[in-house]
């Protein structure tokens, strides 16, 4: 069973950086980023494949997010560069352990999630 725990979250102003990390234990597949602001239905925000050759992203990180994995150390990476309030969400890491795949940043693709963790960015 794949575990996930997130960390790296917290206040920033509009223009900074955050790094989020996931600790991933278990074999997973196909790894991700979503996150869920208040009202609004989950989305995607980058996803990686297995080896970390191949990332995708939604149009609105696009130049300002970069999703990296560490197989050897279990960590996925999600930095995040010129942060914007509409960035504010709970951030969620999410792991694919099945090879069933709908798509690299549809969420029927993931079967694992982390517990989430909030950024905030403020104007």
């Known amino acids: 069973q794949v575990q996930l725990v997130e960390s790296g979250g917290g206040p920033v102003q509009a223009g900074g950086s955050l790094r989020l990390s996931c600790a991933v234990s278990?074999?997973?597949?196909?790894m991700g980023w979503f996150r869920q602001a208040p009202g609004k239905e989950r989305e995607a925000v980058a996803s990686?494949?297995?080896?970390?050759?191949?990332?995708y992203y939604l149009d609105s990180v696009k130049g300002r997010f970069t999703i990296s994995r560490d197989n050897a150390r279990n960590t996925l990476y999600l930095q995040m560069n010129s942060l914007k309030p509409e960035d504010t969400a709970m951030y969620y890491c999410?792991?694919?352990?099945?090879?069933?795949?709908?798509?690299?940043?549809?969420?029927?693709?993931?079967?694992?999630w982390g517990q989430g963790t909030q950024v905030t960015v403020s104007s």
């Open positions: 999410a792991a694919a352990g099945s090879p069933i795949f709908y798509g690299p940043l549809d969420r029927r693709t993931f079967d694992s």
């Open positions: 278990g074999r997973t597949l196909y």
């Open positions: 990686i494949s297995p080896g970390g050759d191949n990332t």
